[in-house]
């Protein structure tokens, strides 16, 4: 078919957005760089966490990293971005918006319980993602995960 007229009724493939990132610690400065992400649904938000466990693997403490943010310097939040593009240089708004750089970034300075024998996020073994419903309590994890990592070693010196 040489000839094939080309519009929206002659393609069915879907796009395919997979989130990735990557955490950074230096001293006390826990960072979730991280791409690629739908927008979430109507009354929703995204926000990572970093679990502490014991020398068995349970949860000892999740620790909120924050809402997912622009990068630096901007920073602005991406909190609305489920019914408005927050910052079109970090959200594409068509045909699907994602947000396609994004971070999360905190101090251990600032949050009680993050220094663990002297040392900022030590025994934190893992760094999730989630979709928060915005009606949901603060500081509280919720259960959908769109991302998980285990932390290395270097970080939960383990």
Partial sequence: AANAVFGPAAFSAITVII??????????????????????????????????????????DTVSLGRKATPFPGRLSFYDADTQITDPQFMFGTPTPVIFASQHRVSADTIAGTVIKGTPWREFAFTYVTLQNKLSPTGRMGANAVMVVG???????R
Avoid: K
């Avoid at 991280?34 to 349970?58: C, H, K, M, Q």
């Avoid at 932390?151 to 010196?157: D, R």
């Fill in 19 to 60: 989130p990735r990132g990557r955490i950074e610690v230096r001293g006390a400065i826990y960072t979730v760089n991280d791409s690629n992400y739908y927008r979430p649904p109507v009354g929703y938000f995204y926000e990572a966490w970093t679990i502490r466990t014991d020398t068995l693997g349970r949860f000892i």
């Fill in 151 to 157: 932390n290395p070693s270097s970080v939960s010196f």
